[in-house]
């Protein structure tokens, strides 16, 4: 990998890692928290340029209320 691959692989997972904390706190602000909220490993791994965001696992109740913020938010607009 070139230094310039390298470059853009971390600026990838910098700009990740920052979306990642953005939805973490606006889940936040609508009293939801995804406890495995990360990056997906193995797009990290594999040094993907851009890696996905894990949303993680969560119990019924936090999918129930993400589902309802969801829905609230839909009918708004």
Excluded: F, W, Y
């Amino acid at each position: 990998m070139t230094d310039k691959e390298l470059e853009a692989v971390m600026d990838g997972i910098q700009q990740a890692e920052a979306v990642r904390e953005e939805l973490g706190a606006a889940l936040a602000d609508v009293g939801i928290v995804l406890p495995s909220l990360a990056l997906d490993v193995p797009t990290v791994a594999a040094c993907h340029a851009v890696p996905l965001i894990d949303l993680g696992r969560c119990n019924l109740e936090t999918a129930r209320r993400l589902a309802a913020v969801l829905r609230a938010a839909g009918t708004a607009r």
